[in-house]
Each structure stands twice: as C-alpha cells, then as structure tokens.
T-cell receptor
Framework: QQPVQSPQAVILREGEDAVINCSSSKALYSVHWYRQKHGEAPVFLMILLKGGEQKGHDKISASFNEKKQQSSLYLTASQLSYSGTYFC?????????????FGGGTRVLVKP | SAVISQKPSRDICQRGTSLTIQCQVDSQVTMMFWYRQQPGQSLTLIATANQGSEATYESGFVIDKFPISRPNLTFSTLTVSNMSPEDSSIYLCSPLVGQGPDTQYFGPGTRLTVL
C-alpha cells in the first residue's frame, strides 16, 4: 500500500526550513528518502531503519517513528539546490523480496 | 554506491513496435528492480529480477508485455513490447546494493515516447 506524503508541494525562500512527512498504514522495516530533479533519476538521500534513529545528509535530516509508522524529512536552512521532488520509499515488515513502495512525492521549490 | 548506466537514454518509437532497454551495473547485484514513472507521477514497480530465476511481476504488469532478462549479476534488460502511447514513460532500473541495510540506487532512466 502506497505511503502518504504531505504536503504535496511547498515553496520556500532560501534559508527557510521545511518538513516533509511520510506515513504508512503498515508496519515498516525501513524508510528510504530520495530527491529527484526535473529530467533526472531519483537520487538516494538516506535510509532509516526501525529503531527510531535519526540521520543527516548535509543540512537534510530525517527521523523514523516506528510506532506511528511515520518518517519526517527536515530541510534546514534550505538552499536553491534543495529544489526537486522528494519521494519516500517504505519497506514493509511483511513485504516479500525487499520491495519498496513509494509515496506520491512532495515538490519543493526553493526561491532566492 | 554503484555506477549504473542505461541505454538508450531516450527514444521515440512508433505504435506497435518494441524497445529493449539495457541496464549495466559496475558491481554484482543479486536483485534488480525495474520501475516505470509516468509524467508527473511517482515510481511504480514493474518487476523484480533475480539472476537465474524468472522475474516476478507486480499486479498490472505481465511478462508478455514487459519481458525481462537477467543473464548475469551486472546486467539486465527490459523490453516494452507492442507499444502504445500509454507506454510513454521513464523506465528506470534499480539494483539493490549495499553493505548492511540494502540500498536501492536508480539508473539514469530511459525516456520513452510512443507515437
């Protein structure tokens, strides 16, 4: 079942912060975050395993609340390069074959 | 990470024809995923291909339409058969690599337009 991402889109000024949420109705083993720029393939950002750990990639960090089956991606002091569509991919505990299910995506536009 | 290449990067095809997309990885991977991304949409899994076994297809995708080959651990092909305009999409291969938690990386994609 496809995880739900919110918001669908966000517009930021350079230096502002934003949070992208990814929620699932299924028990999750891991959450994977990707960013895709227009005309390019998705680029892997980070993976979070169940255990509630928080990770960081430059000024982009994420958390995973396994009790709520929810992950949040934090864009801190956003830069123009952060623009793109962010996708979460979830691996369900009962999923066969390591298959990720992707959310609908969150479009992020960072303006000067 | 892994270095992944896909050929062709883009193509324009006529209705009723077939196109084979190649995916090459610079390291051996056991599991290869093929995705489709329609314009403005998310990523939809077509099938999972393990070396030495038949590919496993997701609901809505069949082998006759999307045959997959996996001759070795670094290479795979996806064929889009008897194409129609509805097949116009970006097709991406995604090998499962990593040490510890397995990570999926995406190939650069093949942008297919069917006229």
């Amino acid at each position: 079942q496809q995880p739900v991402q919110s918001p669908q889109a966000v517009i930021l000024r350079e230096g502002e912060d934003a949070v992208i949420n990814c929620s699932s109705s299924k028990a999750l083993y891991s959450v994977h975050w990707y960013r895709q720029k227009h005309g390019e393939a998705p680029v892997f950002l980070m993976i979070l395993l169940k255990g509630g750990e928080q990770k960081g990639h430059d000024k982009i960090s994420a958390s995973f609340n396994e009790k709520k089956q929810q992950s949040s991606l934090y864009l801190t002091a956003s830069q123009l390069s952060y623009s793109g569509t962010y996708f979460c991919g979830t691996l369900e505990v009962e999923a066969a074959g390591n298959k990720l299910t992707f959310g609908g995506g969150t479009r992020v536009l960072v303006k000067p | 990470s892994a270095v992944i290449s896909q050929k062709p990067s883009r193509d324009i095809c006529q209705r009723g024809t077939s196109l084979t997309i190649q995916c090459q990885v610079d390291s051996q991977v056991t599991m290869m995923f093929w995705y489709r991304q329609q314009p403005g949409q998310s990523l939809t899994l077509i099938a999972t291909a393990n070396q030495g076994s038949e590919a496993t297809y997701e609901s809505g995708f069949v082998i006759d339409k999307f045959p997959i080959s996996r001759p070795n651990l670094t290479f795979s092909t996806l064929t889009v058969s008897n194409m129609s305009p509805e097949d116009s999409s970006i097709y991406l291969c995604s090998p499962l690599v990593g040490q510890g938690p397995d990570t999926q990386y995406f190939g650069p994609g093949t942008r297919l337009t069917v006229l």
